[in-house]
Nanobody, 125 residues
Framework: VQLQASGGGFVQAGGSLRLSCAAS????????MGWFRQAPGKEREFVAS??????????YYADSVRGRFTISRDNAKNTVYLQMNSLKPEDTALYYC?????????????????WGQGTLVTVSS
């Protein structure tokens, strides 16, 4: 599985961005997908995760983003999205998408098998 993240950029506080992560492979629908982020000088932290799709989907969010960010996926396009609203300067980080093929342990980065290259989000105050 290869993952390609995009959509990062520079935005003022209160603004919005939508990140995309395109995945290769024909079994995308079976993968649990997640977003993590890493700010300068800090460890990579969990942001959001999703398994299944549509009305059957389960999602899980970090407390710091719940209510502001929304994760979704389009299995027909092999793509997972992260809609980020009400952005804050503390959301500034390199955002990574990741894929997990085993049991769903959404917030544990070591459970993820594949990682994208990251896309930079910068939020100014």
């Amino acid at each position: 599985v290869q993952l390609q993240a995009s959509g990062g950029g520079f935005v003022q506080a209160g603004g919005s961005l939508r990140l995309s992560c395109a995945a290769s492979g024909r079994t995308f629908s079976s993968w649990r997908m997640g977003w993590f982020r890493q700010a300068p000088g800090k460890e990579r932290e969990f942001v959001a995760s999703i398994r299944w799709s549509g009305s059957n989907s389960n999602t899980y969010y970090a407390d710091s983003v719940r209510g502001r960010f929304t994760i979704s996926r389009d299995n027909a396009k092999n793509t997972v999205y992260l809609q980020m609203n009400s952005l804050k300067p503390e959301d500034t980080a390199l955002y990574y998408c990741a894929a997990e093929g085993g049991r769903w342990v959404p917030a544990v980065k070591d459970e993820y098998d594949y990682w994208g290259q990251g896309t930079l989000v910068t939020v100014s105050s």
